[in-house]
């Protein structure tokens, strides 16, 4: 049987091509074969998706800070993913990591890692560029992407040259936010004052940084981004363009992210699942495709420190009367995830006790 798909000619993609030089094709007018994924990518619009004023939380009176601490409670329970305002970044900032993030996909595919792209970001190669192409899944992703551990070593691509300093600054920025709310997160779940800080080794934790490039898709509803997944960590930050494509599930439902102007949308990961014993949920989200304009995304993930085993807290386990998740060290949670995401069962699946366990 003929593909649904008409497949583009060899010689419009080379192997190793960025999905950027596809898309520019002249003669590209349909989705090639390999990126075939067929999907419903329409989602709904809330407006229930929780806003957070985290300059409540650090500089508000008491009852505007009690009530935001509901609110960043109620999100990560109920939601998984919240609107982060007045957060104290500059929006300069946010838009020079953006700009940075665009020129790097811009460079010649030989500077800007063309001739590997199906590398990863490991402990011995921690800066790598991407096309995403997954052989082992059946399809392609439409995406180009860039990741780089950038604490608590940073490293970052060699250019643009301007990319260093400007994620040096993003990263310093965001992991101090990240901190002030993990540690406003573990007064929500009664914790011990600092215990977060503590048993995560928040002095040195973890950071992934990852810019992703989605160019305009000749037929949507034929591609993908990125699949529905969840993500390694703790919270993971998103800033992006202004072009929309993430959608998150709620209570079965995809629903679009409306973001304001210099807001950061933050999602619970799996390791604030396991460390709640259940209590926030690492939500499922997908990046989806237009065809109309390039849409830019820069992530991130901000975890536990590398040799931290991350595990369900004991006052938790000790009111629930089992922890419902295995301790592992973080750093190896994350290096299997990166090598088999979307393969199957995820990490978190895997490491969840059943209840048989205990039998």
């Not at 011995?124 to 899944?137: E, F």
């Not at 919270?235 to 409306?258: R, S, Y």
Request: glycine content about 6%; some cysteine.
């Amino acid at each position: 049987m003929a593909p649904a798909i008409a497949p583009v000619k060899p010689s419009n993609l080379a192997e190793n091509s960025f999905v950027k030089a596809l898309a520019e094709s002249s003669t590209l007018n349909s989705v090639p074969s390999q990126f075939a994924y067929a999907n419903d990518s329409r989602g709904s619009h809330s407006d229930s998706i929780p806003i957070v004023d985290f300059s409540h939380l650090v500089a508000g009176t008491p009852d505007q800070r009690a009530k935001v601490l509901r609110d960043l409670d109620k999100a990560c329970r109920e939601w998984g993913f919240f609107v982060l305002v007045n957060h104290g970044i500059p929006e300069s900032l946010l838009k020079a990591i953006i700009e940075a993030s665009l020129e790097y996909f811009e460079l010649p595919e030989e500077t800007s890692g063309g001739t590997r792209p199906r590398v990863r970001p490991t402990l011995s190669n921690p800066a790598v560029a991407a096309s995403s192409i997954r052989p082992t899944t059946g399809f392609t992703l439409w995406r180009d992407f860039v990741k780089s551990y950038v604490h608590p070593q940073f490293h970052c691509p060699e250019k643009p040259h301007k990319l260093r300093d400007v994620l040096a600054e993003f990263s310093e920025k965001t992991r101090s936010v990240a901190r002030k709310l993990l540690q406003d997160i573990g007064e929500n779940l009664g914790l011990e004052k600092g215990y977060v800080d503590e048993v995560l080794k928040l002095d040195s934790c973890f950071q992934l940084y990852a810019a992703n490039y989605y160019p305009p898709c000749p037929q949507p509803d034929q591609a993908i981004g990125l699949p529905a997944h969840t993500d390694h960590g703790l919270l993971t930050f998103l800033i992006h363009n202004g072009v929309a494509g993430l959608q998150i599930q709620h209570n079965g439902e995809w629903f679009n992210t409306n973001s304001p102007q210099n807001s950061i949308l933050v999602n619970t990961a799996d390791h604030l699942e396991i460390l709640s014993n259940g209590r926030y949920k690492s939500v499922r989200h997908r990046a989806v495709v237009n065809n109309e304009a390039t849409r830019i995304s820069v992530v991130m993930a901000n975890g536990a420190a590398p040799d931290a085993v991350v595990e369900p807290a004991g006052a938790l386990v000790e009111q629930d009367g089992r922890a419902y998740y295995h301790p592992m060290k973080f750093i190896e949670y994350v290096e299997t995830m990166l090598s088999n995401r979307l393969q199957g069962k995820s990490n978190l699946d895997c490491i969840k006790i059943q209840q048989q366990e205990d039998h």
